[in-house]
């Protein structure tokens, strides 16, 4: 089995937002995560699969994929 992972970085460093094991995750539990996923994604954030150091961007949630969310950068004075 392997134990997957949605991550973003904000202001307090690496933050898991879920875990779930590939093989026994419900269906339920997957779509809140998914959910989750297009909600921050919708937000501008960018959404990296950092599987196997494969460090790509992704627009869709993969459930066999490390994801790593990344904040827009914003500008300011």
């Known amino acids: 089995m392997a134990l997957?992972?949605?991550r973003m970085i904000c202001a307090?460093?690496?933050k898991t937002l879920a875990e779930w094991e590939t093989e026994t995750v419900s269906p339920q539990r997957?779509?809140?995560?998914e959910k989750e996923f297009n909600d921050?994604?919708?937000?501008?954030w960018f959404a990296a699969d950092?599987?196997?150091k494969r460090d790509v961007l992704i627009r869709e949630?993969?459930?066999n994929a490390e994801i790593l969310l990344i904040p827009r950068v914003q500008g300011g004075l």
Do not use: M
């Not at 997957?30 to 995560?33: F, G, S, V």
């Not at 921050?40 to 501008?44: E, L």
């Open 12 to 14: 307090g460093g690496d």
């Open 50 to 52: 950092i599987s196997d």
């Open 61 to 63: 949630f993969d459930p």
């Open 4 to 6: 997957k992972k949605l």
């Open 30 to 33: 997957l779509a809140e995560i």
């Open 40 to 44: 921050k994604v919708a937000q501008g």
